[in-house]
């Protein structure tokens, strides 16, 4: 059998890898952007998490960054939620009857998802106060799954009667609170307030532009929501609710900005009401419909 001689056998491989190689070229981060996107639709936040961050760090495509961003922000204010509400949930237990053999592991467990909750809210937090400068009349584009929505979390409640719970029960119950919480921050920041069926049809449509004054608004409320931990009912750290309280009067100041530039009466009134909240005046009212 002949061979072809070294120089010729070199060329053609060079040319076989090439053309094996030629396919559509990813853009810095698009790899990563993508990885994100399919870890929430496998509900896996911590890793969308870390793949989000890794294409803010790497993508050269400004609308890129910014939607990165975006739907950082969204998953780290679900994910401090959904932790405030576990904790309080294991506060809640601790104090039922049927807790009395394991109230100890409860109070651990409160302890460590209320830290967790602070982390991620302040990390929530900081990221708005950096990009909320920059906010305009330009819309803010998202396109991601929507997360899977129960209206309850029976898991959670189990919890609150002060059921001891295996690790997987607990991880269930986890899991179904990141859900639910990222399904309603979605659905306030596209403007569909509490009808998360309704955010639901909207990011099923594909393409979600977000109105900056929309977003400041929800995201503040949602901040306030999960800050109350800090408050006399939960850990009674006065200085953290104060932050939280700032951070929202820093967001409705540029809210009101955007507001005066672009007038809107029933977004007016959502931005009182979150200034009210944050100076104690008033509580969440119960229901936000249009």
């Given amino acids: 059998m002949r061979t072809l001689p070294p120089v010729i056998l070199a060329v053609v491989l060079s040319v076989m890898l090439s053309g094996c190689s030629s396919g559509p070229s990813v853009a810095p981060g698009g ?18 998490l870390t793949n989000l961050d890794a294409t803010i760090r790497t993508t050269t495509d400004p609308a890129m960054k910014e939607e990165a961003k975006v739907i950082r922000v969204a ?20 104090k039922q009857p049927a807790a009395s053999g394991h109230t100890a592991a409860y109070y651990k467990n409160r302890t460590d998802y209320y830290n967790t909750a602070h982390s991620l809210l302040m990390n929530a937090m900081q990221s708005v106060m950096d990009e909320r400068s920059k906010l305009g009349d330009k819309p803010l584009a998202m396109e991601l799954a929507f997360p899977g929505f129960m209206g309850t979390n029976p898991t959670l409640d189990h919890l609150k009667e002060g059921q001891l719970l295996s690790d ?19 659905t306030a920041i596209a403007g569909a ?7 639901q049809e909207i990011y099923a449509k594909g393409k979600v532009e977000i109105d900056p004054r929309v977003y400041l608004i929800a995201l503040s409320d949602s901040f306030l929501t999960t800050g109350a931990m800090f408050g006399p009912r939960g850990l009674n750290e006065a200085d953290h609710l104060a932050t939280v309280n700032q951070v929202v009067m820093g967001n409705m100041a540029v809210a009101q900005k955007l507001l005066t530039a672009k007038p809107d009466k029933d977004l007016e009134a959502q931005a009182r009401s979150e200034m009210d909240r944050s100076e104690g005046k008033s509580e969440k009212p119960q229901n936000r419909g249009k």
């Fill in 168 to 186: 997987g029960d607990r991880m269930q119950a986890e899991l179904q609170a990141d859900r639910n919480a990222l399904a309603k921050v979605l």
């Fill in 75 to 94: 998953v780290l204010t679900a994910m401090a939620e959904a932790d405030r509400q576990m904790g309080e949930a294991y506060q809640i237990g601790a």
């Fill in 193 to 199: 307030k509490d009808d998360v069926n309704k955010g």
């Fill in 31 to 48: 790899q990563r952007f993508l990885d994100a996107k399919n870890n929430l639709k496998a509900s896996d936040f911590k890793a969308a």
